[in-house]
């Protein structure tokens, strides 16, 4: 048990539709990240968010957005869904000396 | 360049054998580094941090050569229950690029 919630487990969607994946934990942290692990590969670092402003980006394109509310809980929004989103989503909040703690993640499929 | 890079493998390796992963990074300006593993369908989950040159855990050790750009994870006298994908992190302003992850089998 992280203690970082991930909903859905699972989700299955159709091309073109939009998407959203939520992120929360049992105590407040205020640096979260997410990435995007496609079968066989490692995770993709997505964006990150500290204190609801994004500050960091990876080389994602702009359809993939965030949000970060006032109890550090947050969202990863993806528009208008490609074959190649299919993916496992994972949410992880920074713990300090020791670096970032998962969450179980969300499986998308994309159809 | 990519960003972070490791040899995939996968290794596959008898019980009690002594095994090493390397890892590569980029970017100079990383400060620390996290080893972490993956069970398949599972999320990762930390290993090992280090913040120097280097840090030991009972039968993991890893190793930091800043002027080299690795670090290196050993894993002494390997167990069935080794048997994983090895993600290694340099972190960069809290923001962690990983490789591709290097699978290994422990074989009875």
């Known amino acids: 048990e992280t203690g970082v919630t991930q909903s859905p487990t699972h989700l299955i969607k159709t091309r073109g539709q939009q998407v959203t994946l939520r992120c929360s934990s049992q105590?407040?942290?205020?640096?979260v990240s997410w990435y995007q692990q496609a079968l066989g590969q490692g995770p993709q670092f997505i964006f990150q968010?500290?204190?609801?402003?994004?500050?960091g980006r990876g080389n994602f394109p702009p359809r993939f957005s965030g949000l970060q509310f006032p109890n550090y809980s947050s969202e990863l929004n993806v528009n208008a869904l490609e074959l190649d989103d299919s993916a496992l989503y994972l949410c992880?909040?920074?713990?300090?000396?020791?670096?970032?703690?998962f969450g179980s993640g969300t499986r998308l499929t994309v159809v | 360049r990519k960003e972070v890079e490791q040899d995939p493998g996968p290794f596959n390796v008898p019980e009690g054998a002594t095994v090493a992963f390397n890892c590569t990074y980029s970017?100079?300006?990383?400060?620390?580094f996290f080893w972490y593993r993956q069970d398949c369908r599972k999320e990762p989950k930390l290993l090992m941090s280090v913040y120097s040159s280097g840090n030991e855990d009972g039968r993991f050790t890893a190793q930091l050569n800043r002027a080299s750009q690795y670090i290196s994870l050993l894993i002494r006298d390997s167990k069935l229950s080794d048997s994983a994908t090895y993600l290694c992190a340099p972190n960069t302003g809290n923001q962690f690029y990983f490789g591709t992850g290097t699978s290994l089998t422990v074989i009875p």
């Open positions: 105590s407040g942290h205020n640096t």
């Open positions: 970017n100079s300006a990383s400060q620390s």
């Open positions: 992880a909040l920074w713990t300090g000396l020791s670096g970032y703690t």
């Open positions: 968010y500290y204190r609801e402003e994004e500050n």
